[in-house]
């Protein structure tokens, strides 16, 4: 894998457990956490159990999103749940810097995973959950070619009420 995917103002980057801390401050902030399935709060032990049986084991391929112009860290985009047998995954974004929110980077970080997942994972499909009324996340989607699969109504319970789920995805029939 190489080490760096370039995407203009912004790369990936592979994950590596100095971005721990980083990534449960991130995951753990109101803003990244009210539009994330999963919803509980990350703890540095938890991640760092991630990195060891996941993401070591090539269950799971994660990058950090950092923008190209100083090399900061802003978010991180994620495979996981590969199905070697039925070539596909789930993906997975958050932007972690709240400044850097609303810049393209989530647009510009899918189209590289749209890339990545065809051409290096070698992947039939690729797919994702997103809240539906997360509705810049959904049109940064179909910019980088996920087109909506389903509409799961009530499908997260949050508080008192329910959140309706869109299932998207990506096919690359070349990849059988």
Not at 34 to 63: L, S
Not at 112 to 139: P, Q, S
């Amino acid at each position: 894998m190489d080490n760096k995917i370039d995407l203009g103002p912004v790369y990936l980057r592979p994950i590596t457990m100095e971005d721990t801390r980083r990534i449960v401050d991130w995951r753990n902030s109101d803003r990244v956490k009210k539009n994330f399935i999963y919803q509980k709060p990350f703890t540095e032990q938890g991640h760092r159990m991630w990195m060891e049986t996941k993401v070591a084991t090539g269950e799971v391929v994660q990058f950090i999103l950092c923008e190209t112009k100083g090399d900061r860290p802003v978010g991180s985009v994620y495979f996981r749940d590969i199905d070697r047998e039925n070539n596909k995954a789930e993906y997975g974004i958050f932007i972690g810097e709240a400044d850097a929110a609303g810049k393209g980077y989530g647009t510009l970080a899918a189209k590289g995973a749209v890339c990545y997942a065809e051409k290096t994972l070698k992947l039939h499909k690729l797919m994702l959950r997103v809240f539906a009324d997360n509705t810049a996340a959904v049109k940064s989607y179909e910019k980088a070619g996920f087109i909506k699969e389903a509409y799961l109504k009530d499908e997260i319970k949050e508080g008192d009420g329910y959140r309706d789920v869109i299932l998207m995805a990506c096919c690359f029939p070349e990849n059988g």
